[in-house]
C-alpha cells in the first residue's frame, strides 16, 4: 500500500485499510495526483491538444529585399473552406504577436519569381525576440533558381516556447542577391505564407 495522510486512512470493522478520497469538486476528467508525500488531491490533466491554428498570406508581388515583411500581410480569409482555430495571431508593422503562451509551430513558405534566363537566389528568414526588442535568426533558408526556370519556393520553420505574450514575438525577411527576383503574393490564395500552431502548454 502506498503511504498515504493518515485522515486518508480507517479501518472497516474486519480491520482492512479504507480510502478516503478527497472530496471532488464537479470539474469533469479531473485525476487523483499525489504531492510526492502521499497527500491526494484532483487535478486537472494539462491542456495538450492543438488550441489555435491559422495561416497568414502576403497579398501583393514585391521585388527584391524586405527585411521584415511589413506590409501586405492578411489573414488567411479565402476562397473557401479556409479554417482558424481559436484566437488569431495580430501583426503591426510585420511583428507577429501569439494570442497565448505556449509551444507554438511557426512555419513561413516563401514563393519566388525571376524572369526566364536570370540565375539567382533567395533566403528566408524566421526572427524571433523574448523581449519584444531584440530578434535574433531562429531559422533560414535559401533557395537558388537557374536559367531554365522562373519559380521557385522555399520553406522553413521553428518551435518557439512563447512565455509572455508581450514579450514573444516573431517577425519574417526575404532576402534576394538580385533585384530582380520577386517574392510572390495573391489575396485569394496561399503563394507566399506562414502558418502558426499551438501545439502544447509551455
Known amino acids: 500500500m502506498s503511504k498515504l495522510q493518515v485522515d486518508q486512512v ?3 470493522s474486519a480491520g482492512a485499510d479504507t480510502f478516503t478520497l478527497p472530496a471532488a469538486d464537479g470539474t469533469a476528467g479531473q485525476y487523483l495526483k499525489t504531492d510526492g508525500s ?16 491559422s495561416q497568414w498570406r502576403l497579398t501583393a508581388d514585391f521585388a ?3 527585411a521584415p515583411i511589413t506590409s501586405s500581410l492578411l489573414e488567411v480569409d479565402a476562397p473557401v473552406g479556409f479554417g482558424v482555430l481559436g484566437s488569431s495571431m495580430t501583426q503591426v508593422l510585420g511583428v507577429f504577436t501569439f494570442p497565448a503562451t505556449g509551444f507554438w509551430l511557426i512555419k513561413f513558405f516563401g514563393m519566388f519569381y525571376a524572369p526566364s ?3 539567382t537566389s533567395n533566403k528566408i528568414t524566421i526572427q524571433t525576440t ?3 526588442s531584440t530578434y ?7 533557395q537558388a533558381i537557374g536559367q531554365a526556370y522562373d519559380t521557385t519556393s522555399c520553406v522553413v520553420e521553428y518551435i518557439f516556447d512563447v ?6 514575438k516573431c517577425r519574417f525577411h526575404v532576402d534576394v542577391n538580385n533585384a530582380l527576383m520577386t517574392t510572390m503574393g495573391n489575396t485569394d490564395q496561399n503563394e507566399t505564407y506562414m502558418t502558426f500552431l499551438r501545439l502544447a502548454d509551455t
Not at 38 to 53: F, N, Y
Not at 136 to 142: F, R
Not at 163 to 168: K, P, R, V
Open 163 to 168: 512565455t509572455d505574450i508581450a514579450n514573444c
Open 10 to 12: 480507517s479501518k472497516t
Open 38 to 53: 502521499g497527500v491526494l488531491s484532483w487535478g486537472t490533466p494539462p491542456d495538450q491538444k492543438i488550441t489555435h491554428a
Open 64 to 66: 527584391g529585399d524586405k
Open 130 to 132: 523574448t523581449d519584444d
Open 136 to 142: 535574433a535568426i531562429a531559422t533560414d533558408g535559401s
Open 117 to 119: 534566363g536570370y540565375s
